[in-house]
């Protein structure tokens, strides 16, 4: 009882017709984001962002 490629040509089409091709691509390029920031996050790409920008601003101040 598994979906076969007919079956999913019908979805994707339904899914197409019911929030139009600029909805889909503004969706799926918000997932991306989201997608890419949370590897970042796992990664710890974001605290050595979080710790350059302390230091620049820290070096502003004075």
Same mark, same amino acid.
């Given at each position: 009882?598994?979906? %076969?490629?007919?079956?999913?040509? *019908?979805?994707?089409?339904?899914?197409? $017709?019911?929030?139009?091709?600029?909805?889909? &691509?503004?969706?799926? %390029?918000?997932?991306?984001?989201? *997608?890419?920031?949370?590897?970042?996050? $796992?990664?710890?790409?974001?605290?050595?962002? &979080?710790?350059?920008?302390?230091?620049?601003?820290?070096?502003?101040?004075?």
């Amino acid at each position: 009882m598994s979906l %076969g490629m007919p079956e999913l040509l *019908i979805i994707l089409v339904i899914i197409l $017709l019911l929030f139009g091709v600029g909805r889909i &691509s503004k969706i799926s %390029g918000e997932l991306g984001k989201s *997608i890419r920031a949370f590897k970042d996050g $796992l990664s710890g790409k974001d605290d050595e962002n &979080s710790v350059d920008k302390s230091k620049t601003d820290d070096s502003d101040k004075k």
